[in-house]
């Protein structure tokens, strides 16, 4: 037997010692990493994953579950989450930033993430208006 079958065999016996997975209830890999609490960066992780486009490779499976588990949402076709835009810190008007938005032509959803903080004096309201007066909520 040649070492690398060798050492296969042996990962192989190996791992009949442990369970099949491991429970991953209390598996954080953001707090392994040290970003848990990193606003700017969680913000920058959702938004690639609710984008269509996103690095994932995924197209519009989170942005479709999100739009269906959390907003309640069902009446966007395939075709037009796909061509959803999704923006992280997002400049509105007096040099505010809404840390995640997802847009179409039909929809203006911002989105608001507080990691430990609170938020700025007429902070949603003011996001709340922009999007009213674009006309989009």
């Known amino acids: 037997m040649g070492y690398e079958a060798e050492l296969l065999s042996q990962i192989n016996m190996n791992c009949k010692e442990f369970p099949p997975y491991a429970p991953l209830s209390d598996y954080n890999v953001f707090h392994?990493?040290?970003?848990?609490?990193?606003?700017?960066?969680?913000?920058?992780?959702?938004?690639?994953?609710?984008?269509?486009?996103?690095?994932h490779g995924c197209g519009i499976s989170f942005l479709k579950s999100f739009m269906h588990d959390v907003l309640n949402e069902y009446s966007m076709s395939d075709i037009q989450l796909a061509r959803t835009e999704v923006a992280a810190e997002y400049v509105i008007d007096n040099e505010r930033r809404i840390?995640?938005?997802?847009?179409?032509?039909?929809?203006?959803?911002?989105?608001?993430?507080?990691?430990?903080?609170?938020?700025?004096?007429?902070?949603?309201y003011d996001y709340y208006q922009y999007a009213k007066n674009s006309r989009l909520v």
Do not use: H, W
Not at 38 to 52: Q, S, T
Not at 107 to 114: M, Q, R, S, T
């Open 32 to 55: 392994i990493l040290g970003i848990s609490a990193k606003e700017v960066i969680m913000c920058r992780f959702l938004a690639d994953l609710l984008n269509p486009e996103g690095q």
């Open 99 to 124: 840390d995640i938005v997802i847009q179409n032509p039909r929809f203006f959803v911002p989105i608001e993430v507080k990691i430990y903080a609170g938020e700025q004096e007429g902070q949603c």
